[in-house]
């Protein structure tokens, strides 16, 4: 149409220079604009600004790494030490002990990640420190914990599975309830008359008693959960 990017801009929402070089990206030989091909040239972009992988399954490096973590039960900070000892001039086979744990906690679930996890000392399934109040025990009973949920809830196989959440106002003057749906993402908003664990159970309870019959009959979590404010 002949329109100029400060006139596409200003209708799409978006800066002049975005619009340049986004039409930068798509000109083909011929010198007109292709989104496809400026779709392709920044996603090749994004790949080039990704900072590759350091420990890659089936790499030589991860071998070693999984070999003295599983059968001599070292620990990443060990590992991590050993490996900047045997290589000190060569950073590419070095790795730190972050990036062990987060090659670990970050796979995918199987046989591979629980091997590895049972192998570090704490051999907890997430990291982090576990909550606790001042007694020194856990907010959420362990068997009530997110971490054990069956595999049906965690995968979204089947509907009927809800998460509880908070969405607190300014100097927690004012609170609003969130549940989700897990499998369809179906939002339900909660009407708070206070900002305590006992307002977010009666809320709670009182919109889940409004959901037609059986779209409330699996709720994650039981009202122990929501007194102690933690998500169920």
């Known amino acids: 149409m002949g329109a100029s990017l400060r006139a596409i801009g200003s209708l799409l929402g978006r800066s002049p220079s975005s619009v340049g070089r986004e039409i930068a990206r798509g000109r083909g030989i011929d010198g007109r604009y292709s989104p496809e091909a400026g779709r392709r040239s920044y ?10 992988r350091r420990l890659v399954e089936g790499s030589a490096l991860h071998t070693w790494v999984h070999s003295k973590l599983v059968h001599l039960h070292w620990s990443p900070e060990q590992i991590a030490a050993k490996l900047r000892a045997m290589h000190p001039n060569d950073p590419d086979r070095c790795v730190s002990h972050e990036t062990i744990y987060t090659a670990i906690y970050a796979q995918s679930r199987g046989g591979l990640k629980a091997a590895m996890i049972e192998a570090l000392r704490q051999g907890k399934p997430s990291r982090g420190r576990w909550r606790a109040t001042l007694a020194g025990s856990s907010i959420v009973p362990e068997s009530l914990r997110i971490i054990h949920r069956p ?7 089947v509907p009927g599975h809800w998460e509880g959440d908070l969405i607190k106002g300014a100097f927690n003057r004012s609170s609003v309830g969130t549940l989700v749906e897990r499998k369809t993402r179906f939002v339900v908003l909660c ?18 008693k409004r959901l037609p019959a059986g779209c409330a009959q699996r709720v994650a979590g039981d009202p122990e959960s ?3 404010g933690r998500r169920v």
């Open 191 to 208: 009407k708070m008359d206070g900002n305590g664990a006992e307002a977010a159970l009666d809320s709670f309870t009182r919109q889940m």
């Open 43 to 52: 996603d090749a972009c994004r790949l080039r600004s990704r900072k590759p």
């Open 151 to 157: 595999e049906e809830i965690e995968a979204r196989i």
């Open 226 to 228: 929501a007194r102690s």
